[in-house]
């Protein structure tokens, strides 16, 4: 059992009214089985549509895992599909239809008729029992190819799959698995760290290597399988051991580890504190920095200055310095990280200063252009970013969040704490 | 052209890494159009995958819809699998490769020889210029179906769609359209308002009434189908006034309008000026202010005070005040907005001073306590908000700042402007 086709059924998906999250995390747990799913495939509630579609999953793939239209209303076909491509009758399930009447004996309810459908299943198939909800899943073979239909609801979804069709696939893979890693970079812009790589991305398969970007952030992504979880962590832990000595220091997480949840971590273990005074950015690095739980351990507060009077009044940034150099300088921006960390008493505080568009910008200093001061116990510098004159407000805004991240981050490396 | 097929390309999407948004965003689309999406197809970044599904979607459908793959790095396929399926070369595009040369220019930067590979499209397709990005899109037909591939990174989807093939699909289905709109509102939850509204929830598919509803937002989407704009048009105005005399004052906006919009537009009209202090939300409601282009004309600044300290150094809230009520409290919370706005000279200020969790909540004061403060040029009030003592963090902060938002609103309804 190599290939999966992961086939979500339901009118509100196909029409974008809702966003279809059960398909990605049904591959992340086939993932961890071995098994590699090649396509997702959404339709609606139609039963042409879905017959069309598991005809063609059941050719294609080794295994077929379908989610929703196993609801009570009339617009639920799964399991008459299912029938179609089997070439069976429903026939009536015993045992679902008295889980049925005591689930809704247990809440005090008869069972509404229009029920009873959710307890036909293809004949030869077999009921797989919803802890959850009323619906049972359905396993069956279409071809020779398993196919395990289960509930649309999330969490009905889940429970079934943990409880009977994962240990039905984990059998039947004995031990395979294949391994995802993602090591998370700030400081080159895709197609340049895809250069540096690029044999290691070129080099196949398994391990496989690729890259994906957003706002600045781009992460590099290690797929690796195995007949057992010790080998393909080796490929895994060997794969990512070349990558780091290549990538160096741009390398700033992995996974799910975003840059304010690896600068929180740092200044934690450090014993130091920040604070942030922000112009373009409005607020969102101090947004970034307190969406941690325990953060207020050193995020000590900011100041959004937006108006000029806000940089002088609370920042202390001379009135005469704005007026020499402008508001989005780097003088200015200097005096914002100095004025912050002076007025919070932190060890370390961000600066943000720029023009995020879509009008403000002139020919010397355009839309993009951000100056992002750091204090630090040492030092106050400055960098001038320019972010395009033509990009959007929020991408220029998110990239300016992630560079002052980011130099706080660098400012932090090879220092040993805690702080006596 | 009735029928559409979206694909969606990359390994990430595949292995589940990311959930896909934008077909979703894509079906919503085309159904104003009036073209139905039938299916959703996902496949990895694997060529002979791309091209299967591809010809399956030409074959299938009156119009295909493709979505990533066109990076400049080597598991970026889908211009390859395009070209093989039409059975052309790849060429190189001028146009494209002088705009990439200028995007890097533009950035201060020479290209990437890596990104050459993105002013590479099909003989005989058309490149779609990228006002954000650097790859091209391309229109090409695939048989007798027009085929459309776009970036995957959403914004640069989003303004591809929107400016080149949007109006291309609105000339070739002339007349016929799906009409849709959604209106947003605050103060009610998705089964009460749901109960407000059933009649009009059940009576049937033209037009039809659904809800949706994110961190305190409850939508309200009608959809109307008909033969011409003006018919379908009016049904969608009928449906938004019943729905419209039946919400109030609950209804803040139509369609992409945030709270954040509604008031600051408000603000704009009236002449007034806005500041924050934030503990819990942390720049959030700042943030999200200043996330609308001329939001420098009525937001002054803002503080997060996240510490005790930056509370009194910076919001001169008496350090007595916090010791005796709690910084989580409703004088605190009414301090922190007086504070603030007689600090930046602001006409109205929002304070916010909760536990957004996880840890850090007691019996007294549980996780999802919080007090917002609002100043207005009369008076200051708090009210007190319980968001769930076991809702997680981000749900709390959003509906903080949701709810902050909104009361900025209600005190701007019924006011006269521009003051003297």
Known sequence: MRTAWIVSIGTELALGQTVDTNSAWLAHRLRALGIRPTRHATVADEEPDIVAVLRQAADAADLVLVTGGLGPTADDLTRHALAAVAGVPLEEHAPSLAHLHAF??????????????????????????????????????????????????????????????????????????????????????????????????????????????????????????????????????????????????????????????????????????????????????????????????????????????????????????????????????????????????????????GIAGPTGGTADKPVGLVFIGLRTPRETTVREFRFGHDAPRDVIRQRATHAALNMLRLAMTGIEGPRD
């Not at 959850?132 to 079934?160: K, S, W």
């Open 104 to 353: 809704f004996g247990a809440r005090g309810r008869m069972m509404p008729p229009a029920n009873a459908v959710q307890a036909l299943i293809p004949r030869g198939a077999r009921a797989l029992p919803n802890a959850v909800g009323t619906a049972p899943g359905i396993a069956i073979r279409l071809g020779r190819t398993p196919c395990y239909a289960l509930p649309g609801v999330p969490l009905e979804m889940y429970a079934m799959f943990t409880g009977s069709v994962e240990p039905e696939l984990r059998a039947a893979t004995a031990g395979a698995v294949l391994l995802c890693r993602k090591l998370n970079t700030f400081g080159l812009g895709e197609s340049e760290l895809g250069a540096l790589i690029a044999d290691l991305m070129a080099r196949g398969r398994n391990p496989e290597v690729g890259t994906t970007a957003g706002y600045g952030v781009v992460g590099v992504r290690i797929n690796a399988a195995g007949p057992d979880e010790t080998t393909a962590r080796r490929m895994l832990d060997q794969a990512e051991a070349e990558l780091r000595a290549r990538l160096g220091e741009i390398v700033f997480g992995v996974d799910d580890e975003t840059l304010a949840v690896v600068v929180g971590r740092r200044l934690a273990a450090l014993g130091r504190t920040v604070s942030t005074a922000e112009s373009c950015t409005g607020g969102m690095i101090a947004a970034a920095l307190t969406d941690i739980p325990g953060s207020s351990a050193y995020f000590r507060g900011g100041v959004v200055a937006y108006a000029n009077e806000a940089k002088t009044a609370v920042l202390a940034v001379p009135a005469e310095r704005i007026a020499r150099h402008g508001a989005v300088s780097a003088p200015v921006a200097e005096a914002m990280a100095a004025g912050v960390a002076a007025r919070l008493g932190t060890d370390y505080a961000l600066a943000v200063t």
